[in-house]
Every structure is written in structure tokens, then in C-alpha cells.
């Protein structure tokens, strides 16, 4: 029997990817986690980062905001609130934008910061997944 | 009597607007079905969704403390978020579902003596309330086409703000319901506090035996899901609201453009009969005038 995980990627409005995988990572609330064959039954919230599927020598890359991971009796779904592939990500347009917000002069109250920096971790995120 | 010519051009205007109905007809059968198409995308995690929070109530993070989980003693404001269309030429759909929104508030405010806002989507529904002379809390076009999730995640999030800092006790959507693929009806629900639907526990209960591990804790992802919940009930109400809608604009044209293709069949009879009577008047007056030669 193929030691393989049943992986399908959710999000709201489509089925971004379903298959089989040997390897799948995720970007976990709190740092990356791994899953393999038989994974003890689990469930996390998701943090901002990117996903690796592996099949033997292939890999394949999505960018994930928020959301969930379930795995059960070897069957795993992610859950996310927002997910891209990474042929769906242009790097150069990503770049443009980082350079862009850190050029740009810095806004006076701390709420605007606070949210400045958010989205540039997440172009970064982006960019990481983007130019692989 | 009309003349001959009146008729002709009776049967023209009939014939231009059967064919504008037409079109319509064909519009929204396309679009219906890119709704459907949307809404079938995103069951799945609707689904998942639901079965996750009935897998963690199983856990008993049921008696925790979530803001959104809340009754209110004594709910004195209440939000009633209504979706309705941009456009008219369908049918009943628009009057259904703003009776159905006016009939909740005024049964809140009359009987219960409590304060109702009415956040609204829709051009049509914005113009009917006004010309009622009702009160809006905000109003926003329906995006129809644009939609996505993300604008269900903002409004939810405004909703759930609204909700949490105490500025309303509850909220309700009123919306269009899919019943099954050929019926539709309006209906009210309330979004908050939260209740999330039971589901069948014995049929499911051998799953929930699954000791599950959660990271962080079981209390924590319940939390966040609540949210999510939330603006996936938003997004597939008002992609319901819209699959309703193409479907009431598609019967209305349909019924339409039946209507003038039997308006054209009694036009051309009595297109036919002046003509004949035309006819038979002139034969008439030519053997009477030759009769008369005699």
C-alpha cells in the first residue's frame, strides 16, 4: 500500500488543489509543521506562509493566509481563508509592491504601522513562495 | 376599429420586446448557472467548516466563553442586514424578500419595543425603502458579478464589530434561500449570537470517537473559527440571493416572452380579419358600382 496522504487545499470560493501526497508542510500559527503517513488525527489554525506538497521528486507550492488544517485517518485538508499557487504569484509585481511600501515614509499613528508591516510580511510570504 | 396599419405596427413593438425578453431570458440562464457553478465551489468548505465545529463541540468546548456565542439579556438593538437586487424585471424577487425583512422588523419594534437598523444591499431595495420612508442604518449596492469573498470577509468583519463592541445585541440576515434547484424563498435568520445547526450526532458518532489533538487548544481554534463561520454564512447567503435572483429574472422572461408570442398570434388574427373585411368591402363596391354602370 502507498504510504500516501490524501491532501486537498480548500478555500472559500474554489478547490485549489486535491491529490496525493508523501510529504505535506504548512505554515502553522506558530511555525511550520509536517505531516506524513498515519499523522495522529489533528487540528491548527494556520499562520501566514507557504505550503509544500511533495510526490517523490515533484513538489508543489501555495501561499496561505489564515485558516485551518485537518488531518484524520491519513485524509488532509487545508483549510484557508486566503491561498494562492505559486504559478498564480508574479514575483516581480510582488517586489514592485514591497518596494513600494518601504519606500513609502512612515504613518504617524502606531495602528497604520501595525498594518504596514502586516502587509509587507505577507507580500514577503508571497514573494518566498513566488521565487521558488 | 383599428386600421390595418395600427396593427402592423402593434405586432412590430410586440415582436422588438419578445425579443429583448428573449435575450434577457438567455442572460440570465448563463448567469444562473455561473452562480450555481460558485456556489458548488464552495460547499465543500462550507462543509469541512461545519464539520469541524461540530467535531470540536463534541470535545465540550460548547460552555466556552466566546463573545460571539453570547445571548443578551434583554437585546435591545438589532441589525437586520438585508439582500436584495440592483435591478428589477424578476418577478416577485425583490418585494418577497423586502416584506419578509419589514415584516421581522416591525414584529421587533411593535410587539417587542426594540430598536431595528436595517443594513442594506441592493439598489431596489435601497429606492422601495425610501419610497416608504424607512430608515436605513447604511446601504450598499449588491456587487452582483464582483463578488467574492473577500467582500463577505469585510462585511463580516464590520457585522462582527459591530456585534462585539455592544453597538448591536443581535443580528439577523434576511435573504433569498435556496430550497431546491426550482424553488427559492425568502427568510430570515439570525447570524449572531451564533448557534451553529447540530447535526445528526448518532449518525456521526463513531467519527467523533477520533481523540483529536489541537494546536493550539481546543478553545482557541473554536475562536477563530466562529469568525470564519460567520463570513461564510455571508458569502453563500448572498450567493444564494443571487442564484435566486437569475432564476426569478429567468421565469419572469420566460413568462414574458409566452406572453407576446400569444399577444402576436391575436394581433395577427385580427390583422387578417381587417384585411379581409378590407378585402370583401372593396369587391363589394366595385360589383355594386358595376351594377350600378348597368
Request: with cysteine; glycine share 4%.
Amino acid at each position: 500500500m502507498a504510504m500516501k496522504l490524501n491532501c486537498s487545499v480548500l478555500t472559500p470560493d474554489r478547490l485549489i488543489y486535491e491529490g496525493q501526497v508523501d510529504f505535506a508542510v504548512v505554515e502553522a500559527f506558530d511555525g511550520e509543521m509536517g505531516f506524513l503517513f498515519n499523522h495522529a488525527p489533528l487540528i491548527s489554525e494556520l499562520g501566514t506562509g507557504e505550503i509544500r506538497l511533495r510526490t517523490g521528486d515533484k513538489a508543489d507550492y501555495f501561499f496561505v493566509d489564515g485558516g485551518f488544517v485537518e488531518v484524520k485517518n491519513n485524509d488532509l485538508i487545508i483549510l484557508a481563508e486566503n491561498a494562492q499557487k505559486r504559478d498564480e504569484l508574479q514575483a516581480a509585481q510582488l517586489e514592485s509592491q514591497i518596494t513600494q511600501l518601504t519606500s513609502a515614509e512612515r504613518p504617524e499613528t502606531w495602528e497604520d504601522r501595525i498594518k504596514i508591516d502586516l502587509e509587507l510580511k505577507k507580500l514577503k510570504a508571497r514573494l518566498k513562495v513566488a521565487s521558488k | 376599429m383599428a386600421t390595418q396599419r395600427d396593427i402592423k405596427k402593434r405586432i412590430q413593438s410586440v415582436k422588438s420586446t419578445q425579443k429583448i425578453t428573449r435575450t434577457m431570458e438567455m442572460v440570465s440562464t448563463s448567469k444562473m448557472k455561473k452562480m450555481q457553478n460558485r456556489l458548488s465551489r464552495s460547499m465543500p468548505y462550507n462543509n469541512k467548516l461545519n464539520k469541524i465545529i461540530e467535531n470540536l463541540r463534541q470535545t465540550g468546548v460548547e460552555d466556552v466563553f466566546d463573545p460571539l456565542l453570547q445571548e443578551r439579556p434583554n437585546p435591545s438593538r438589532i441589525l437586520v442586514l438585508l439582500v436584495a437586487g440592483n435591478r428589477g424585471l424578476c418577478g416577485g424577487y425583490n418585494t418577497n424578500v423586502i416584506d419578509k425583512a419589514l415584516e421581522i422588523k416591525n414584529q421587533l419594534t411593535i410587539e417587542e419595543g426594540k430598536e431595528v437598523l436595517l443594513y442594506v444591499i441592493g439598489k431596489k431595495a435601497n429606492s422601495y425603502l425610501k419610497f416608504v420612508g424607512e430608515t436605513m442604518y447604511k446601504y450598499s449596492d449588491n456587487m452582483e458579478d464582483d463578488f467574492t469573498f473577500s467582500d463577505a470577509a469585510d462585511l463580516g468583519n464590520e457585522l462582527i464589530n459591530l456585534f462585539v463592541t455592544g453597538e448591536v445585541d443581535e443580528v439577523y440576515i434576511s435573504y433569498t434561500h435556496i430550497i431546491s434547484k426550482a424553488t427559492q424563498a425568502a427568510k430570515t435568520e439570525r447570524l449572531l449570537p451564533l448557534k451553529p445547526e447540530t447535526g445528526n450526532i448518532e449518525e456521526t458518532a463513531e467519527e467523533f470517537n477520533v481523540e483529536y489533538i489541537f494546536e493550539p487548544n481546543p478553545y482557541k481554534i473554536f475562536s477563530s473559527l466562529l469568525p470564519l463561520y460567520v463570513k461564510m454564512k455571508i458569502y453563500l447567503s448572498i450567493l444564494e440571493s443571487a442564484f435566486s435572483e437569475q432564476f426569478a429574472r429567468r421565469v419572469a422572461m420566460k413568462n414574458a416572452t409566452d406572453a407576446a408570442t400569444e399577444m402576436i398570434r391575436d394581433l395577427t388574427v385580427s390583422y387578417n380579419r381587417v384585411r379581409q373585411a378590407k378585402i370583401t368591402t372593396e369587391i363589394t363596391e366595385i360589383v355594386g358600382g358595376a351594377a350600378a354602370l348597368e
